[in-house]
Structure formats: C-alpha cells, structure tokens
C-alpha cells in the first residue's frame, strides 16, 4: 500500500500542487520520504462543487443505505491491516496497542451510526394530526422530522489519528446524517489520512454512493480558513486548539451565510477530591490520577489538569502518594516536534508563576531526540491560582496542578470562577454528601460530563454520551461530538403541512413503514396513521 | 390599571431613568401620553444580576413547579382582562378580535409548555448501564439529560404584541427550560408590554418562583446590543428585521464567550402554483391567496411575498381572478409610522425595477393619516427576476410579487437559487405529480416548513411545527420559535457518569419518578433500573 501524497477529489486521486509538505516521525525524529501536495485551488474547488452535486442524491438515500456505505467502511478500513496500524503508529509515535485501540473504536463508532440509521428513530419524527372540523379555524396535518443540513467540513484531529480524525467521528455522524464530507486532512498523519480516505472511497463505491460524498484535501493554513468559508459548506467539525478553533469558527459565523462549526478547543477537567474520599482510598486515587494524567502521554481533551483539595492530613498523605506515582510513569513521544515544544514550553512558564511549586515529576528523564515529554505536577494555593488565569489555560501534555483550597466556602469561589469544561469529576465517600449537592449543581453548570469517582480520561462511546461543554470547552455546549447525539450536528428539522402521503419521506408516512417511535398527537408510540 | 412606565427590576418597578418615550397610537396618528423610561445603567445592571441569582435555584426547580408557574401566568394575563386587550389594539393598531385571538395563542403556548413539563420527556434522557464486567475495560453508567443554559435575553416583536413579545414563545420556552428571562420591550407596544410583565410578575409572586426569575426593560439601540452582550445571558430570542437580528447575531457570536442568537429576520415565503391546480380551482386560490397576502395588513413573517407560476392559459385566467379578489382588500392600519413608511418606500423602490409591473391594487385609497398600507401585487418575467436580487428581499407589508415563468427546467432554476425561507408552499392536483418530488425536494432545502395545497400565514402550535428556516430567514435553522420542540433553544446536554443514585436529577434516577421515555441500553422504555 503505497502513499502517494494526493489528494481526494471525490473518487480521483489528485495531487496537481506544486507546494507540498512531508510527515514527521516523531519517534525516530525525522522526516519521512513521501511528500503531500496540497491541493489546488482548482482541486479544491472540485471537491466542493462534488460534494454539493453528491448532496443531491446523498440526503435522498434510504437509512438504511447509508448504514451499508458505514459498514462497508469499516470493513475497508479493517482490509488496510497492519499497513494502517503501521504508518499512524510511525506518524503519531502512539504505541502499536493503542492505536489498534483506536482502530476498533473508530469502526465502533461507524457501526454505531450504522445501528442508529437501521433504528431510525434519530429522525425525531412528530405528528399532529388534521382537526378539520376544529373552530374557528381548520387544523392541518403536521408532521416534522430532521433532514441532514448540506455538506460539512471536518477537520482531522492530531491527538486521536483514527478515531477523531478522516474517519473519525464527526465524519461517521456526517455521513450517517446524509451529509457529504469534505475532511482537511491532518498534516500530524497525512499518511494515515490518505489509507482512511482510499477505504472510504473504496467502500463508496463498493455501496454505490455518489462521487462527492467523501473528498478529503491538504490544506494550508489559509485554505483551511477558506474550506470553512466556503458557500457548499454547511457545518463543520473540529478538534483542536483553541486558537485555530475560535479562527474557524469567526469565519464561519462571520460569513454572509454563517454556518455551525463545533470546535472542541480546550479544558482543563477540574478533579475535585473531597477529604473523606482521601482518607478511605487516597493512595489509589493517586495511582489511579497519576495514571490519567500521564496515559497517552497527556495527550486528552478529557486530561486533568487541574485536582482541588482543602487541605487537610488525608491531603497531605495523599499528594505524598502521588508523588511516588508520578515520579514512577515514563516519559512518552508526543505527536509532534511542535506539540512537544509547545508542552516544554507551557512547563516552563507555569513554573515563573507566583506561588507555583513543583510537586512530582518523573524521576526517568525526557528524551528530547525522540520528542518526548516529562510528566510533571505543580501545586499552588487557591489565592494564587485565583490571582493568575493562565492557570486556567490548558496545558496540552502530562501534567497537572494541584489547587490546595482552605475551606468549603474557597472551594466553591474556586469552582465558580472557572471557565467551560469537557469534564467535572468528584472523588467522594458516602461521609462527604452534605458537602457534594451544591458542588454537583456548581460543576454541572461548568461542564458537559460530570463524574463521581472516577477518571474524565476514557470517553464511552454510546447514547448516552456529552462530550462538549460550555465555552471555551467547545464552541457550541449544546453539541456533542462523541455518541449517537452527534448525529444532531449535522440536522435540521423540517414541517410538512398537509402533504399528500405518498409524497412525504417513509419516516412520516402513515403506514410508519420504518417502525420508529413517533410523537403522534402528543404521545410517542409506533402506531400507524389511520 | 394605570400604565406606570416604568421597567421591572426583578419584582421591583422602577423608572429611574432621564432619558424616555412615548407609546404612538397608529390608527389615530398620535403620540399616547404616558412616558417610557429608558432603563439606566444601574437599573440594567440590576435586573442581570438578579437573572444570574435566580438561576441557581429556578435551574433546580421541578418541571411541575415550572408548569404551575406558566399557568398561574396564563391567570394573570387574563385578570388583565380587556385593559390588556384595549391597549393592544391601540398600541398595534391591530383589530379587537385579531388581539383577543392573539391573546389566546399566547395563553394557550403558556399551557402547551406546562403540559411539556408535565409530560416530562423534553429532557431527552438517556441511560447506558453499567458493566463492570466488560473486557478489556468495565463500562461506566453513564445517564444523560438536558439542562437550562442559563438566562436569556428575548427581544419582543412588534408585528405579535402578545404571541412573540413579553410572554410570548421566547419567553415561554426559556421559562419552561428553567432560564429566567430578560425581556427587552418592543416600543411599538411599551404599554402592552408593561401589563403583560406585572401579571408575569404577579404569577412569579404567586407560584414562589424567585426574584429575577423575570424582568422586562425599556431599552435604546446602544442598550439592546448590549443585552445579548452581557456576560450573564447566555443565549437570545428575537424576531424582527434582518438589519437588527444581524446586530445581535453579531454582538453575540463575537463575544469573549459566544452564545446563540435565535433570530427570525425576513422571508418571502415561495407558493408554487401548478397548472393542474390552476386549472381545477384557479379562482378558489386566487381568493385564498388575496387573504392571505393582506391578513394582518401583511405583517406575518410568513406573509406569502413571493408566486411562482409557469405561464399557461390557466395561469392567465388566475391572474385575472386574482386581480379582482386584490383589488377589493382593504388597506389597513400598520403597526407604526416606520413600519408604514418603510412598506410605502419598498413598493415605490420595486416599481422602478427592470421588468417589473403592478399586476393588481387595492381600488380603496390608503389613508396616510390611519397608516395604512395598500395591497398591491406585481409580476415579473424569471429572467428578470433572476438578474435582480433585491427582489429576494422581503417588503413587510401586503405586497407580493408574481413571477412568471416559461417551463420546469426555468422553475427549478428560479427555486434554486431562493435564499432561506420559513416556509415553501406547492399548490397541486394529483396530475401534477410527476413534477412534484423534484420541486418538494428543493424547496425542502429551501425552507423550514413545506405546504401542500395550503398558505403559510397561520402558524399551529404544535409539537410538530417547525418555524424556523435555514438562513436568512433565521440565524438558526435548526431551532423553531414555534411548538414544544421550541424548548430546546434553551437547553444543553450533560452526561453524568457514575452518579450515585440519589444525587442524580429525578428524571435520571433508577426509579424513574416522573415515569418518561427514557433510552435505556439503545431501547426507548419507561422502565426502571433495576
């Protein structure tokens, strides 16, 4: 399985730009042979003006179908075998199980779409039948459902080079919504990409879906803006920094036609450990942290990066604990020279910080040829944490600060002036609940999950699922990008007034042809219309 | 009940305030004498404050508490008895019986949101059960729901003094959801406006609700921007021009932290007449059409602005039915000078565009002193159409433009390239089917709402409604203003992973209390947990 650097402009293989870039193993330091063109802007052009032509045809394709094309993915992805494995291995410098992780949870999430599509029911369908006798005024039929909303951008993540990435899960929600994607591949894995788009468009056609339904580019900076801007683009998905974020989503709200972007930006997942909790398993909580804090070498949205105690003796015993933990993990390749250099140097400058200490770092050092980062955790008090907001700012990587808070009064000052979360996580025993009612209702308020003994790094991917917070967590709270809920992404609903039966789509049609549950007159059932 | 003028501070009047208005009787053309003061700086300020109090214990009120509440407003509204009535009509220059309906509408969206509340299911929950068992890792119970974002600022309009004002859908949606509202007062209707908040107020009162979880205030342009600028709102309704909706869409998307503007700005709403429809019931329609068209002096957002027919004997035959039935409507009062003179200068601006003539008018005069608008009608050839823009743009008024045009590849053509509607309606006979699916599934694209056989104006309150199309007829076209669905404008998930029991919300919890559809395991059920 040769890389070829192209691009895909629908079904064609295009690499026609004379600008080009390569792939950077981070392990072994060096670039990699191949070189990625970055499309033209005719190419460019091409597979929007595809996807818009594909658009047509792909929201009128049956549920069904487009469960088919999902499945038919995943068996091409699987069909990549090692070869995949190999080069997001190379690429990202994950380690092999890891990545084989990813590998079954991004055909998971595609066969989950394909569940969702064959249940059906994610149409939201509602019905209020005609009154025509009703006074003073007749009552039509009414029957509204959600319909997919035109092509969407998704951007590639660096963090998770398969499972929010080309095929990812904003490209499985898209496409489930019968919306054509159009991904930006990331330039972190560009070889990667390229094995994930020939499988999607292998399995495209293999399901007989329309060129266009699937293109995937290189793209520089600017184009990345323009992608975005473009008037076929509908909605787009990314995961990343806040900076290249916020850039996506002011152009896309600020363009004469301003569209949806879901941006996951940063957080920083406050973890609270409440003192009964210390007292009755701190040094497993210690273990259990240093673990989620250092596991893919920090490289998780969901990451804590903050951990509030009131100081206490539990306390005490407990940062002692964590310090051997910590001191105990490894140093790990990050995903790339800058990913690292930018970890380096968001250490260093925490360090300056008034009333910052180092509290543990790993005692193995850090291999900077392989582009590696040292687990390392900070403590302050919650005056000075209060005092600095960049210790709000998400440092991407292995570390950690500890806020140690005096009082419950502190806590909640502390826990009230935070920004938006991926994640809230409390560490609590039964003893503790007086205190946990208003902490729960404050980090409710600051996230899009909250958690009770247990660790934000895992996201579960089911029905059940927020992964989206308030801002600056993401750009839009209301959104998720994880589980069956991010379907909604790329929806709209839409009313039928008196349409003659034949004429609406199956999931409304009297006859209930596809056997969903259906708001009818008030109360959900899967009663036919008589 | 005297008109005081004064804003609602939480519970509190208040007109501090040096700066102010007056209220503009339109049918009479005159200044009424009460004065409006503009809210100062304190007094905004206060209200926010006491909307981001409120919050922390409404967002914990019982959807039952809630649904009590909106029905001891709907109590309040009708103690106004015809005072409110009187001064709607006044105010809007709107006929008795067209405000007495209106108030209807507004009570019965108050009660259809009780009974959501009641009914309980809004919230969306959704429960994967644990399996502690699971290889290589246990799965957590993770249960999600929806939650208020937080206070909302809504922007009354001036075109439904009570229906999409002070206690209007916005109002009645954000409450439902548990936000507390701040609602800026249209000073097309201050007077109307200000008896509506003090029964507001009063049920607020009455049902224990607590302060600030309403206020109502007398803002300028400056201060209107910067209502859905302030750090404590959290998300925005509005209905009105596109001028003013892009300025708050702006302000709010621009933001440190950007929250979403439900704006309904402008459409022209396309009916679609074809010939086998024309031909059996070409007058039928032409009179149905005539009503539509000037209902309401045309002020409805879904004001049909916009006819498409393709050029035929039947066609010629309608046009002349309709240019009877138009030319015997009444002019009518508008609801203010501005509004008047705008209708008058956009007909003016229209009759000077290329190809563009007056089909039919009213035969009676407009009286300017009364503000009345004339109903006018005009026509256009596609290819014209299709070279001038501005006749995209919604003149609000009873006007609208016929647009002939020579077979289905020109009408296809002309729909495409229509920006977002409200609504799309095709009128048809079963012959005319074969035409139908392409058309329905463009205009589908095209809009919120598609009718068959039927007109926009009147729009159901129902679960099914979707009131709310893709851009510029609103900023959100996956919201609705209209129907239950309309609660989710205000609402956001979160996911709670591991929650004991009894510190999760009712609606999560294993017994199920408020016994709703829950997705439980991928299966909708109202069962327990085990």
């Known amino acids: ?32 042979p191949e070189t990625f063109a970055y499309a033209t802007e005719e190419e460019f052009e091409q597979a929007l003006s595809l996807a818009q032509d594909a658009f047509v045809s792909y929201r009128n394709t049956s549920a069904i179908k487009r469960a088919e094309f999902l499945e038919t993915i995943v068996e091409e992805i699987m069909a990549l075998e090692e070869a995949l494995i190999e080069r997001a291995v190379t690429e990202s410098g994950l380690p092999v199980g890891r990545i084989t992780g990813e590998r079954g949870r991004t055909c998971g999430q595609l066969k989950m779409f394909a569940r969702l599509l064959r249940d059906g029911w994610y149409v939201d369908a509602r019905i209020d039948t005609a009154q025509p006798e ?33 095929a990812g899960g904003d490209t499985a929600s898209a ?23 020939s499988a999607i468009i292998k399995a495209a056609k293999r399901a007989g879906m329309p060129e266009g339904v699937f293109s995937a580019l290189n793209l520089n900076n600017d184009q990345s803006v ?24 002011n152009a896309a709200v600020n363009r004469p036609e301003p569209i949806p972007v879901y941006a996951e930006m940063s957080a920083i997942n406050p973890v609270i450990l409440m003192e009964e909790a210390l007292k009755a398993k701190g040094e497993a909580i210690a273990k259990s942290l240093a673990g989620s804090v250092t596991m893919g070498a920090g490289q998780f949205c969901t990451n804590p990066g903050l951990v509030l105690l009131i100081e206490s003796e539990a306390g005490k015993n407990f940062l002692n604990y964590f310090e051997q933990y910590l001191g105990a993990t490894e140093p790990a390749t ?48 919650a005056e000075d944490f209060l005092l600095n907001r960049q210790l709000n700012e998400e440092v991407f990587g292995p570390a950690t600060l500890f806020v140690l808070v ?12 935070l920004e938006g979360q991926l994640t809230a996580t409390v560490h609590a025993e039964p003893e503790d609940k007086g205190n946990l009612i208003a902490i729960i209702d404050i980090i409710t308020q600051k996230s899009g999950r909250v958690l009770y003994n247990g660790f934000p790094t895992g996201v579960e991917v089911c029905h059940s699922m927020q992964h989206g917070g308030p801002f600056p967590s993401t ?56």
């Open 1 to 32: 399985m040769s890389i070829t650097g192209e691009n895909f402009i629908g079904n064609i293989r295009s690499g026609k730009g004379e600008s080009s870039f390569q792939a950077f193993n981070p392990t072994g330091n060096l670039l990699m």
């Open 134 to 166: 009703r006074a003073p005024l007749p009552k039509s039929d009414i029957r509204r459902m959600l319909i997919p909303l035109g092509p969407v951008a998704v951007y590639g993540a660096s963090n998770f080079p398969l499972a929010f990435s080309t």
């Open 334 to 381: 990050m995903l790339n020279k800058n990913i690292c250099a930018s970890y380096r140097k968001g250490i260093e400058s925490i360090k300056t910080i008034n009333g910052v200490s180092v509290l543990a770092e790993a005692t193995k050092a850090a291999v900077e040829e392989r582009n590696e980062s040292k687990p390392i955790a900070f403590t302050v008090s």
């Open 226 to 249: 323009k992608l975005v801007q473009h008037p076929v683009i509908k909605a787009a998905g990314f995961t990343g920094s806040r900076k290249v974020g916020m850039t996506l989503f």
């Open 475 to 530: 750009t839009d709270g209301r959104s998720t990008s994880v589980g069956t809920a991010a379907i909604y992404r790329f929806l709209r609903p839409v009313s039928y007034q008196d349409i003659p039966d034949e004429l609406l789509p199956e999931a409304l049609q009297n006859a209930n042809p596809l056997n969903i549950l259906r708001l009818i007159d008030g109360s959900w059932k899967t009663d036919l219309i008589p």
């Open 175 to 197: 496409l489930a919504a019968g919306c054509p994607v159009v991904v930006k591949s990331h330039p972190s894995h560009p070889g990667t990409s390229e094995l994930v788009s």
């Open 406 to 417: 005096k009082d419950t009064v502190q806590l909640h000052l502390v826990l009230n002036q």
